[in-house]
């Protein structure tokens, strides 16, 4: 069985392997790309306003939460457009890598997801 901890760490393993992939498709061009990691949105939120706004400027509107579970709460984090690769159903059986897939959770998506949110701007 996977521990939360594995699940986290292969989430920000894929997400850092779509960023990297992602800037490196676009030569020439400055993507100006960030990963944060939010293992718990309730601590971020207790934070001060100073604290917040530093790692989620308000001047940055183009956003994507990646998230193996329910995409309900990132909504506010990554605004009304905002794309969210998640889950909106209760999950599914099988081996770990398939049952990702399965759900979207490749680097290939991830980076797809990017391009659009960036292109749509």
Not at 44 to 67: G, I, K, N, T
Not at 81 to 97: C, H, L, M, N, T
């Amino acid at each position: 069985m996977t521990t939360r901890r594995e699940l986290a760490n292969a989430i920000r393993a894929l997400s850092m392997d779509a960023v990297q992939r992602a800037n490196a498709g676009r030569p020439g061009m400055p993507m100006g790309m960030g990963l944060i990691s939010m293992p718990s949105t309730e601590v971020f939120d207790a934070q001060d306003e100073s604290y917040r706004e530093s790692v989620l400027p308000r001047a940055v509107s183009r956003r994507l939460a990646v998230e193996a579970g329910a995409r309900q709460s990132w909504r506010r984090y990554v605004g009304g457009s905002g794309p969210i690769v998640g889950i909106e159903r209760f999950g599914g059986s099988g081996k770990g890598a398939d049952v990702f897939a399965h759900f979207g959770f490749t680097a290939d998506n991830i980076v797809q997801q990017i391009r659009e949110l960036l292109e749509g701007a």
